[in-house]
């Protein structure tokens, strides 16, 4: 459940697309995880030292292709990467910890976006980062962080508030991660 948390919040992959990442989609020389998004768009990114140390400590017999989420063993001894388990291993985590109920794994993604944007003030940084098409679908994402309405209709780039689409780069990404203990 830990490494799935990490590949969530750090990342800001989303749910299915963190199920999916298996070890042939990481480049430990470049310490980037390369893989397509729900909208078949093919994604490179950098990964923390924590979700590095955790996939560098994955056997080398490991199959290539096998989704990391199933080499971890839930603490019952089954493999957390079934969605009905982690579904259930998120409620309990949730419970466990005190974390309000109605609080979603997309949230995370939610959150990396909100600490991307902190970090670079940069529309378009938040939308690459996150793998989105439209930049309208990264504006709704940051409506409540940058004082617009929730509602606010985001058609075309056109009609997106030019002061929030700003100049920057990848490179100046901060990553965050939910606290679990």
């Known amino acids: 459940m830990y490494i799935f948390i990490l590949l969530?919040?750090?990342?800001?992959?989303r749910h299915r697309t963190a199920t999916k990442i298996t070890p042939r989609m990481y480049d430990p020389r470049n310490r980037?995880?390369?893989?397509?998004?729900?909208g078949n768009v093919h994604q490179t990114?950098?990964?923390?030292?924590?979700?590095?140390?955790?996939?560098r400590?994955?056997?080398?017999?490991?199959?290539?292709?096998?989704?990391?989420?199933?080499?971890?063993?839930?603490?019952?001894?089954?493999?957390?990467?079934?969605?009905?388990?982690l579904s259930r291993?998120?409620?309990?985590?949730?419970?466990?910890?005190g974390v309000r109920a109605e609080l979603r794994v997309h949230d995370l993604r939610r959150t990396s976006a909100e600490e991307i944007w902190d970090a670079t003030k940069d529309l378009r940084t938040v939308q690459a980062h996150l793998g989105h098409r439209s930049i309208?679908?990264?504006a709704r994402y940051l409506a409540n962080r940058v004082g617009l309405e929730e509602k606010f209709a985001?058609?075309?780039?056109?009609?997106?508030?030019?002061?929030?689409?700003?100049a920057g780069g990848?490179?100046?990404?901060v990553s965050r991660r939910l606290a679990v203990t």
Request: hydrophobic share 40%.
């Open 154 to 166: 985001f058609p075309a780039l056109g009609s997106v508030p030019q002061s929030l689409v700003i």
């Open 170 to 173: 990848v490179e100046n990404l």
């Open 45 to 55: 990114l950098p990964v923390t030292e924590e979700i590095a140390s955790i996939l």
């Open 136 to 138: 309208a679908t990264t």
């Open 8 to 13: 969530c919040a750090d990342l800001g992959l």
């Open 89 to 97: 291993s998120w409620t309990k985590l949730k419970e466990k910890c």
């Open 32 to 38: 980037t995880l390369t893989f397509t998004t729900k």
């Open 57 to 85: 400590a994955l056997p080398l017999d490991i199959p290539p292709d096998l989704p990391i989420i199933n080499y971890f063993k839930s603490p019952k001894g089954g493999h957390t990467g079934k969605n009905a388990r």
